[in-house]
């Protein structure tokens, strides 16, 4: 398919699975916020997992279909969705074609971040392995930016079978929920050891604000102080996805896709990475709070994410196979038959079998 855009969205940028295996050489990952509903999308449509799709931001984009056919799906948040301005579901599969529109409203107050998932993924050049945009160097996605006014957008091949899934709804006990108040499971460490346990207590039991500094690099945290045994700073190390961080003015900062590879503030702890997807779906003035997880705790929680992601491929794929021939319910009827090039009329009827005929 070929789409053009008529209008971009807050923030709308292509994203795939991320840009792994280049931090040593200071490429960060980049890739989706929330990678669950990237994959459970793609999934549902009969992608590979890792397909590029739209990642948008809180207000998204109104596109034209110009050429082709396919599915498409929206997963993540909740936005108001409609095709050729009718509301049509989310988490669904549903087919598109040339003249149509798609349109991604505001967000419906669940959840920040919504994937537009299609059949064949959106298809722009690799660059180092992915086709995720990196804002702050300005590579990958379409040239490196957000989407803009008149962009055209071309999306692989059609997948086997793709028009098999249209129709194809994910069951509501696989997709995320972004309404609980849960506090965001943290594995402590690696420099946990660096803090008070006064100031370990304050992380452990304190009520946080996202602050207005968050974006696609870390989400910075308001409230109470977060006190270090001597100082906040480290020989730099490796950054991973949910870092959290305490500088010297002691608010927790997490780190997220588009995070820096090294760093040198202490890290107080690091999120499950389900609850780093979770935390990716609220806004700024929203509140969160950390209890503390063990790391068979963490290792546990994304057995069971990636078990879910399983259950959605299987399911479509049981939808793909379904019958959809309408057959008649007969009791009798009239079969030709050749044997020996000569022709025979069979006539059959269906005997009921509780009276022992």
């Known amino acids: 398919?070929?789409?053009?855009?008529?209008?971009?969205?807050?923030?709308?940028?292509?994203?795939?699975?991320?840009?792994?295996?280049?931090?040593?050489?200071?490429?960060?990952?980049?890739?989706?916020?929330?990678?669950?509903?990237?994959?459970?999308?793609?999934?549902?449509?009969?992608?590979?997992?890792?397909?590029?799709?739209?990642?948008?931001t809180v207000l998204g984009p109104a596109l034209s279909v110009k050429e082709g056919q396919g599915v498409i799906c929206l997963s993540?948040?909740?936005?108001?969705?409609?095709?050729?301005?009718?509301?049509?579901?989310?988490?669904?599969?549903?087919?598109?074609?040339?003249?149509?529109?798609?349109?991604?409203?505001?967000?419906?107050?669940?959840?920040?971040?919504?994937?537009?998932c299609v059949s064949g993924g959106f298809d722009v050049?690799?660059?180092?392995?992915?086709?995720?945009?990196?804002?702050?160097?300005?590579?990958?996605?379409?040239?490196?930016?957000?989407?803009?006014?008149g962009d055209i957008l071309s999306?692989?091949?059609?997948?086997?079978?793709?028009?098999?899934?249209?129709?194809?709804?994910?069951?509501?006990?696989?997709?995320?929920?972004?309404?609980?108040?849960?506090?965001?499971?943290a594995v402590m460490g690696p420099q946990d050891d660096l803090f008070t346990k006064e100031g370990i207590d304050t992380f452990l039991h304190s009520e946080y604000t996202i602050s207005n500094n968050a974006d696609r690099m870390g989400y910075r945290m308001d409230g109470p102080y977060v006190e270090h045994a001597e100082g906040a700073d480290i020989v730099s190390d490796a950054?991973?996805?949910?870092?959290?961080?305490?500088?010297?003015?002691?608010?927790?900062?997490?780190?997220?896709?588009?995070?820096q590879t090294t760093g040198g503030y202490t890290k107080i702890a690091v999120l499950a990475k389900s609850d780093i997807y979770a935390l990716s779906q609220k806004l700024p003035g929203q509140k969160v709070h950390f209890r503390s997880a063990t790391f068979e705790e963490a290792i546990?929680?994304?057995?069971?994410?990636?078990?879910?992601?399983?259950?959605?491929?299987?399911?479509r794929a049981s939808y793909r196979?379904?019958?959809k021939i309408s057959v008649p319910s007969?009791?009798?009827?009239?079969?030709?038959?050749?044997?020996?090039?000569?022709s025979h009329e069979v006539s059959w009827e269906l005997m009921d079998q509780k009276k022992g005929e």
Request: glycine content about 14%.
């Open 1 to 56: 398919m070929k789409l053009q855009v008529l209008s971009p969205g807050m923030l709308t940028t292509i994203q795939d699975l991320g840009r792994w295996g280049y931090q040593g050489k200071g490429m960060p990952v980049a890739g989706a916020m929330d990678g669950f509903s990237l994959q459970a999308g793609n999934l549902l449509l009969g992608n590979h997992r890792n397909l590029a799709a739209l990642e948008i």
């Open 76 to 116: 993540g948040a909740e936005l108001d969705f409609h095709i050729n301005n009718e509301k049509v579901p989310a988490w669904t599969a549903l087919k598109v074609k040339e003249g149509d529109t798609i349109s991604a409203g505001a967000s419906a107050g669940k959840g920040a971040r919504a994937y537009l």
């Open 125 to 149: 050049p690799l660059v180092m392995g992915s086709r995720s945009t990196y804002l702050r160097a300005g590579i990958g996605g379409l040239e490196g930016r957000p989407l803009k006014k």
């Open 155 to 185: 999306t692989g091949p059609n997948v086997s079978l793709w028009e098999r899934s249209e129709g194809f709804i994910c069951p509501q006990n696989l997709r995320p929920s972004y309404g609980k108040d849960e506090p965001l499971r």
């Open 239 to 259: 950054i991973p996805p949910g870092s959290i961080q305490v500088p010297g003015h002691g608010q927790p900062i997490v780190m997220l896709a588009d995070r």
């Open 300 to 315: 546990a929680i994304a057995k069971k994410e990636e078990q879910k992601l399983r259950e959605i491929d299987l399911a």
């Open 321 to 323: 196979s379904r019958c």
């Open 330 to 342: 007969l009791s009798q009827g009239t079969w030709s038959v050749t044997i020996n090039g000569k």
